[in-house]
């Protein structure tokens, strides 16, 4: 039977036909629009991680360029069965922090995860004068404190222990320099209180003013502590001087490494305390790999941390550089039809020294 002329519809059979086709095809654009979307999504989150991370990084680069030299020099590695390998002054997670960092190495004993542990002064904070000598054999003698330089009528607070509440605000460390340059070294602070008398700081002796009453004084008396060793152990003393008119900066001895919760932390090693910089587990990442290499300025071969040395204050070829490179690895597993990812983010970094040491082909 024809169909009529001008009749231009479909017959039932052919919309039969044609509604699964079309079915399949609205099934198909939606699934590559889903899954577009969620490419999409996954690329957006993958550069935020690495955005936000190198954001991280900016600060701990930071960190480790503005790192004080110290002299005597602590040790940046430490021999034996137990060396960890990690970047900085030494090689070992403090005793009080011993689970803190990760510092595991793979099956060839590649080192995957290294620990940065550095002395920084606080750029915030103005420096204060040694009012009279003070040798570090006399740190116990709590007749022989440190006098410090204190602006008591400075509407600052851009000097250091400045008085908040009623106390005196303390930091955890204090970094000396001696005026004759023979020491850099750091302290521990354990007390600080503002003295105001009319006795002269220096030799604890009446002055007089020009209209004959007494001038009055006013200073910081601050005791001190031995830093820690890379086991959490008070160092040695020996008879280093600092001069009046020698340097003192507010200052934190701290680490940067990968915790066993696989985020970048940074630990006071004289309080203990922890602050997170990083959590890639906010992306649905966690770190694979936080490694740290150097290289000399003077080559591209891998310096070993064990072929760092001391070098003297008075040596011309104290400006030496070294390139610090950062090697740092995130992964993501397969779930919920989110695919597998790999992320690797590498940094590099132009250090003068680390506390005093440096690689020895940069002589």
């Known amino acids: 039977m024809k169909a009529k002329k001008g009749n231009l519809g479909f017959s039932l059979v052919e919309l039969m036909v044609a509604l699964p086709v079309v079915v399949i095809l609205l099934w198909a654009m939606l699934t590559l629009s889903e899954d577009l979307f969620r490419k999409s999504g996954l690329v957006g989150t993958e550069v935020q991680l690495k955005n936000q991370f190198n954001t991280i990084m900016n600060y701990v680069m930071a960190e480790m360029q503005s790192a004080v030299s110290l002299a005597p020099a602590e040790n940046l590695y430490v021999t034996g069965p137990e060396y960890l390998g990690v970047a900085g002054i030494d090689s070992r997670v403090p005793k009080l ?18 620990i940065i542990r ?48 009623g106390s005196v605000a303390l930091f955890p460390e204090l970094y000396l320099i001696d005026a004759d340059l023979f020491a850099y070294r750091r302290y521990r ?10 006795l002269d700081p220096y030799d604890d002796q009446v002055k007089l003013l020009a209209n004959g009453t007494q001038d009055t004084f006013t200073y910081t008396q601050v005791q001190l502590g031995m830093p820690y060793n890379y086991e959490h152990v008070t160092q040695t003393k020996s008879a280093l001087n600092f001069i009046t008119g020698s340097m003192a900066y507010a200052a934190n001895t701290k680490r940067t490494c990968v915790s066993p919760q696989n985020k ?100």
Not at 97 to 114: H, I, V
């Open 189 to 198: 602070v354990i007390s600080a209180t503002h003295v105001v008398t009319n």
């Open 264 to 363: 970048l932390i940074e630990l006071n090693e004289t309080t203990g305390e922890t602050r997170e910089l990083f959590d890639p587990s906010d992306f649905q990442f966690k770190f694979d790999k936080f490694q740290i290499t150097y290289y000399g300025s003077k080559t591209s071969s891998t310096i070993d941390r064990t072929a760092f040395i001391e070098y003297p204050l008075t040596s011309p070829q104290n400006v030496c550089m070294n390139l610090v490179n950062f090697r740092v690895q995130f992964s993501r597993a397969a779930a919920g039809g989110i695919p597998a990812s790999t992320i690797a983010v590498d940094r590099m970094a132009l250090i003068r020294n680390f506390n005093n040491k440096r690689a020895m082909s940069c002589l």
């Open 97 to 114: 922090a011993t689970s803190a960092c990760r510092n595991d190495r793979d099956a060839n004993g590649t080192e995957k995860f290294s």
């Open 118 to 165: 550095h002395t920084s002064i606080s750029r915030a904070l103005e420096v204060e004068k040694l009012l009279r000598p003070w040798n570090e054999l006399d740190i116990d003698d709590l007749n022989k404190p440190l006098r410090l330089s204190y602006h008591a009528n400075s509407a600052s607070t851009s000097y250091p222990f400045q008085t908040s509440g």
